[in-house]
T-cell receptor, first 113, second 116 residues
Framework: SQTIHQWPATLVQPVGSPLSLECTVE??????LYWYRQAAGRGLQLLFY??????ISSEVPQNLSASRPQDRQFILSSKKLLLSDSGFYLCAWSSGLSYNEQFFGPGTRLTVL | AQTVTQSQPEMSVQEAETVTLSCTYDTSESDYYLFWYKQPPSRQMILVIRQEAYKQQNATENRFSVNFQKAAKSFSLKISDSQLGDAAMYFC?????????????FGAGTILRVKS
């Protein structure tokens, strides 16, 4: 069966510091991968998605970037965090083969102080 | 642009009762899928139910069922025999069969509270 991991689960970072959040998927190959951000009590905002290694599509211009160095690894980064980067970050995957349903990781809670 | 609207920010239901969460969407596409996701306090997103637009029969998963009205572009979720564990935020989502990247369009969510 497929599983998706995210780490860290919780992160507190000062303004201006760098960021690296990692997501890995097991049990599947060539998945579509996604990064979402969710503010408290709000909906999901799609940040980036990837259909293959090195292929990144950005949905919202901002202080973040994404990379996919391996087939089942997706990284969300920032060179200098802003207060507005605080939120709950979710990684998801889909097979792209049927139904288009996405499966989500446990998320990372990021607080920028 | 495709949109998904959940007009109920919050709903409450008594334990063991039935509740219906509303969702409407707007698209000019004819081939798509609709989903309901549940996000409990742990914030883990869980797929509850899926509906293919080309199927007239409403999807059912145990206590969860949908009322899919394609012409009206409506996709409501009915939860029967509500349990305390059903308390969560529920999101309606839409995707298209030939969508590059299989992106989902999410509604804003409905918070469901279950009273004991």
């Amino acid at each position: 069966s497929q599983t998706i991991h995210q780490w860290p689960a919780t992160l507190v970072q000062p303004v201006g510091s760098p960021l690296s959040l990692e997501c890995t998927v097991e049990g599947t190959s060539n998945p579509n991968l996604y990064w979402y951000r969710q503010a408290a009590g709000r909906g999901l905002q799609l940040l980036f998605y990837s259909v293959g290694i090195g292929q990144i599509s950005s949905e919202v211009p901002q202080n973040l970037s994404a990379s996919r160095p391996q087939d089942r690894q997706f990284i969300l980064s920032s060179k200098k965090l802003l207060l507005s980067d605080s939120g709950f970050y979710l990684c998801a995957w889909s097979s792209g083969l049927s139904y288009n349903e996405q499966f989500f990781g446990p998320g990372t809670r990021l607080t920028v102080l | 642009a495709q949109t998904v609207t959940q007009s109920q920010p919050e709903m409450s239901v008594q334990e063991a009762e039935t509740v219906t969460l509303s969702c409407t969407y707007d698209t000019s596409e004819s081939d798509y899928y609709l989903f309901w996701y549940k996000q409990p306090p742990s914030r883990q997103m869980i797929l509850v139910i899926r509906q293919e637009a080309y199927k007239q029969q409403n999807a059912t998963e145990n206590r969860f069922s949908v009322n899919f009205q394609k012409a009206a572009k409506s996709f409501s979720l009915k939860i029967s025999d509500s349990q305390l564990g059903d308390a969560a935020m529920y999101f309606c989502a839409l995707t298209f069969i030939r969508e590059y990247g299989n992106k989902l369009v999410f509604g804003a969510g409905t918070i469901l509270r279950v009273k004991s």
